[in-house]
């Protein structure tokens, strides 16, 4: 962990309600992919968690869905302006895992930590999959980033208006090694219930702090009470005890 | 004694500003990035007899200069506290913590503090009454001068070490609360814990909480702190830790000339994770400005 | 009725807000700056038997999110509210006014009310029981339960306009007040009045306010408020009007969804003067973005 | 009174801890002489109240110390930056009564007020007497603006290292036909038992709303209960009830 003030270098929407955060710190230790960020917006109480989505040196990028107060005031900031950030919080993907042939979820606001994941799996020589999922055809965002990787890329739509109609677990392919999945909770349940190798998937819940102090992100595992910011936001598929 | 030195319950703090219980563990974390001897003492994580899971999530909500948490005391329960967390802290932390307690009934108290008693790092017990009382109808401890006194004096026989009981902000008079316990025998009290508060997520038109309410914490609730320390410490003749919303050197200072002897922090090290080293490097210069020469000679300014 | 009405005590409102009592004056003069016909009604400033001039100053302090005052109940007295202030009011303001009443006594309390209960003008009774019982020792009407059922009973004797008691939070179960003031007669509950706080002058090393302690409103207090407004709601089948810390539209929601059904705006009128219009403008649009048709389908949709 | 959002056009150092600050906002009203506006300072919860220095069309000019946070904050705001302000609050002087050779005493932070009712009661061809009053002479500020008015001017600071040795009261002229002061309360007292014509005084108090809603600034006066905020800050010598 370390605490910064960042530097906006670039926030710009991707699509509608969704932006492409660029910020610069020098000296800025390497994110890795499935960690996130903790921003703290001027005049907010609590800092808002945001996964890294791309990390080059000194500058980390994150993708946001404006969905409240905090994250329609970050969509109004603009180059030059400064946040004071926790960066290399969480514990990231596991890469070793991974096989040769990963398969990579992502749904919606899930989408944004599948790309650095895909870069390094990409770097390491694997034969990676992406399947976006997304409602609508207008949401669709990062299709172009995963494609430059090149990656195999399969966008889903539940409304069927762009790419393959449903949801990603309507597209998963025939063969994979691994998976890895980010996204909303009954995503994540479908893709428990519908994949068939062992796999990550990266959790979220309101946050406290984001660095392991006040226990506001527990959840029960197989092993035991785990904090989400701590020894997640990734967890082994068989390690989740999915609530009723 | 130094500038900032202080003493709470006989022991000397190098300084007044101490982490509160439930924003900073077991403390060996922290240590990761700083060192956390730079503390006057920190008091750990509410623990409890058996280990506790909590409440379920979401245990955390916004609210106007503050948060509200429902974490229901999630603690590894005192044997694995003694056995793997001191160890641990012993590591990194040179002096005395404080070791915050809590409990469902007087035994659970007493049994958790007869434990920690033994254990040499500890320097002070720091009893949470806010727990409600499984066994007497789920009203809190706290809430009630006599059950108040009954934790203190069960707590006060079975430990030799000096017993701070952590005082409930949520009851109509504070120092009738206070004045019992001293009665009972508690060496010093600590307040406040947190102030009962709920949000609703407008969303889904229910409470954002899964525990529907929880504490508040942070800036909002300092005006009412500062004024249960003031209220208290003239209505007693031991000494107060004071806390809640505490973020600056400046509301360090203005606790004390409330009446605390020390002060604690707790959301703030929650959203700056080096908040009470930052509070305990600018109290000299925040001394300054105001002309205060040493931390002892605000202790009964008022 | 409009998608903004509710019923305060069968009195419909052609929207839920309503500026608080003691940060709205006797309304004549926001007049001057916007038409206040807009409001649903708004409550006067706490008026007593004889006239007040108050605390000595200041009376006015800041905190984080908040402000305390203590002003001490200054106003001309019901003989001058009487003969000056409602009759000015008459001329910009078409609708019925809330009277909110304060008192040191029994008899104070219902001298006051049944002289306002004769004014057309006045829809409801406030009677705000947060004042101390100048003849029994001090103590607040507002913190025991016999004590706030007493004033309803007597108030109800003398009056045949709906009485809504306004609650105090510094107490340890705002339930058992609610419920003994429904049991003896009231029509309706407003809550909640301000937080007991205090702020200290640095430089002065003396409390800033110089009645030492004040009231703590505005943000800070909403997820207090909010929280007693959802108890209360659940513990009582009279109406309540929420208040504490609303400053915005989407405040407004939250109260209503906690259970209110008419919401109180009291600090936010101080700092920006056209607040409650504002809040009144942008309700349609907030209402829009979370889906909510009309203001009555929150009541009791919970 | 307005509700306006002003363009900082200056906000510059005039002496250690004191700033000029000019505000602009098309459509604003005239400010009188002793009258005040309120500015909302971002993160603050209430306004914080500044006396009117000078006013031309669209722009009102104030002079603050920087006493604490609010101030503070209010001097590291760059011209461009906006503020949300309340104008035109408070009586103002009553200039009907100066007479020929009307007296104006401020001292420190009570300075500003006098400068607008200079130029005005200059305009009205007075024959304006202004005594200024600091502790020291590095505090000194506005003298050379009176004096561009024509007025005559006396600067006395309280140890002596500028102007005359002394307070405002130790410079009384022989003759005056009234007095207008603004200043630290003791100031106030003192000016009250040594002045021997009417006047008007201009007082402080902390204050919740500024506009005369909340009853936070009243004071007891010889005509009963007064809110400086609204029948105030200016008072007349006579009506005011000094506290013991
Ligand atoms: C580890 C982690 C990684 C995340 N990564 C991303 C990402 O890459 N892109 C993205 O768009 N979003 C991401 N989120 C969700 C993001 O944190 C929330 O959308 C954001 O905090 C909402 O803030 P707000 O002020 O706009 O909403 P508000 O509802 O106004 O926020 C109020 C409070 O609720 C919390 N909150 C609200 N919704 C959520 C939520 N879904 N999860 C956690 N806290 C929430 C906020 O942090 C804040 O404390 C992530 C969350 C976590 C926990
Ligand atoms: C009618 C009026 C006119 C004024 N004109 C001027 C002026 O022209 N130039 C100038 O330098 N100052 C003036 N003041 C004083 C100025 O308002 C305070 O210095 C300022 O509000 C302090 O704010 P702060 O945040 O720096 O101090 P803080 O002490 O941090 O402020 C905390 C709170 O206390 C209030 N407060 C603190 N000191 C005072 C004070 N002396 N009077 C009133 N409220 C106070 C603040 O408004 C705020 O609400 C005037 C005050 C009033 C009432
Ligand atoms: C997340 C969280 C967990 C807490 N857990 C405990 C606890 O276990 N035991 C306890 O006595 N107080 C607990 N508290 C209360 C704090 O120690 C402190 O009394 C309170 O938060 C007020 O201080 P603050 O405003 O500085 O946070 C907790 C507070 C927070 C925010
Ligand atoms: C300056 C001021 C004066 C007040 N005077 C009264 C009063 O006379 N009678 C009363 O019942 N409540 C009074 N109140 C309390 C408010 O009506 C309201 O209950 C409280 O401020 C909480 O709402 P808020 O947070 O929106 O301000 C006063 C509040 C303020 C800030
Ligand atoms: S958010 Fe604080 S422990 Fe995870
Ligand atoms: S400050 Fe509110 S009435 Fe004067």
């Known amino acids: ?244 | 004694m130094g500038r900032l030195s202080t003493t709470l319950c006989g022991i000397e703090l190098d300084n007044p500003v101490i982490p509160a219980s439930g924003t900073f563990g077991y403390g060996w974390e922290f240590a990761r990035w700083y060192d956390i001897n730079c503390l006057g003492t920190f008091s750990f994580k509410g623990t409890t007899r058996e280990p506790r899971f909590g409440n379920p999530t979401p245990r955390i909500a916004e609210c106007p200069a503050g948060m509200i948490n429902a974490v229901g005391l999630q603690n590894p329960g005192v044997d694995r506290v003694i056995e793997e967390e001191l160890p641990a802290l012993r590591q990194v932390f040179h002096k005395k913590v404080m070791a915050n307690v809590s409990g469902f009934s007087v035994e659970d108290y007493a049994y958790t503090c007869e434990r920690l008693d033994k254990e040499e790092q500890v320097g002070w017990l720091e009893v949470n009454i806010s727990c409600p009382n499984v066994h007497g109808g789920g009203m809190s401890f706290g809430t009630d001068p006599a059950l108040a006194a009954e934790v203190t004096r069960a707590v006060k026989q079975v430990t030799k070490k000096p017993v701070l009981m952590k005082l409930s902000p949520n009851v109509t008079d504070i120092t009738a609360i206070a004045r019992a316990c001293e009665e009972a025998g508690a060496d010093g009290l600590s307040l406040i814990n947190t102030l009962q508060g709920m949000r609703i997520d407008l969303k889904k038109r229910k409470p954002i909480l899964a525990n529907v309410m929880g504490g508040v914490s942070g800036p909002a609730v300092f005006p009412v702190a500062l004024r249960m320390v003031y209220q208290v410490s003239r209505a007693v003749s031991i000494p107060v830790v004071g806390m809640g919303g505490v973020t600056t050197a400046e509301d360090v200072l203005e606790m004390l000339m409330a009446g605390a002897c020390a002060v604690e922090v707790g959301a703030a090290n929650l959203t700056d994770p080096f908040a009470c080293k930052k509070i305990i490097q600018d109290l000299p210069f925040a001394m300054d400005r105001y002309h205060i020469e040493s931390v002892s000679e605000l202790k009964g300014g008022h």
Request: charged share 25%; with cysteine.
């Open chain 1, 1 to 244: 962990m370390q605490q910064m003030i960042l530097t906006i270098e670039e926030n710009k929407p991707l699509a509608p309600n969704v932006y492409r955060l660029r910020l610069f710190g020098k000296g800025m230790e390497e994110q890795r992919p499935g960690q996130f960020i903790n921003l703290l917006l001027p005049g907010r109480f609590l800092r808002r968690p945001i996964s890294v989505y791309d990390w080059e040196e000194d500058r980390v990028t994150v993708v946001y869905k404006t969905v409240g107060h905090g994250t329609e005031q970050l969509a109004q900031m603009k180059p030059g302006e400064k946040l004071d950030t926790l960066t290399g919080l969480g514990n990231g993907y596991d890469l070793s895992k991974a096989g040769e042939r990963p398969l990579l979820l992502g749904g919606g606001a899930g989408v944004p930590p599948m790309y650095l994941l895909a870069r390094r799996l990409k770097e390491q020589g694997r034969e990676v999959t992406a399947i976006l999922g997304f409602n609508t055809r207008e949401e669709v965002f990062a299709e172009e980033a995963f494609r430059a990787l090149s990656c195999r890329v399969h966008v889903a739509t539940a409304d069927g208006s762009y790419g393959e109609k449903g949801f990603v677990t309507d597209v998963l392919p025939e063969e994979y090694s691994y998976v890895y999945a980010c996204g909303p909770e009954p995503m994540l349940r479908a893709v428990h219930r519908s994949v068939k190798t062992s796999g990550q998937f990266s959790l979220e819940e309101r946050m406290g702090c984001g660095f392991g102090a006040c226990m506001g992100c527990s959840i029960q595992t197989a092993s035991g009470p785990r904090r989400i910011c701590r020894e997640g936001p990734v967890f082994e598929k068989e390690e989740i005890l999915w609530a009723d």
